[in-house]
């Protein structure tokens, strides 16, 4: 079965920095574009960042634009969110997500909380 496992998250000091990582089996992982979603208390899930399946081209909301990097290794069925000059505002629950035909799959996601 699919599965998303996520980690990388914790407590981060505004302007520092966190890797986070997804590590996904039960699908061909390379066949497939993955994403980085993130939930704030009392806000709407919210979409991040996107890569295709080869790694060729990646999106990103404007909000993390310039700041947060998406990236994958296809060896190790791994994707990842390198998140840089993070700001309060970044505080929320990340979780990555898979589109197989159609179905949306998640992980658990891993919490990043950013404050002094």
């Known amino acids: 079965q699919v599965q998303l496992v996520e980690s990388g998250g914790g407590l981060v000091q505004p302007g520092g920095s966190l890797r986070l990582s997804c590590a996904a089996s039960g699908f061909i992982f390379s066949s497939y574009s993955m994403n980085w979603y993130r939930k704030a208390p009392g806000k709407e899930r919210e979409w991040v960042a996107q890569?295709?399946?080869?790694?060729?081209?990646?999106n990103y909301a404007d909000s993390v634009k310039g700041r947060f990097t998406i990236s994958r290794d296809n060896a190790k069925n791994t994707v990842y969110l390198q998140t840089n000059s993070l700001k309060p505002e970044d505080t929320a629950i990340y979780y990555c997500n898979a589109n197989i035909y159609g179905r949306f799959y998640w992980g658990q996601g891993t919490q990043v909380t950013v404050s002094s």
């Open positions: 890569i295709t399946s080869t790694g060729g081209t990646t």
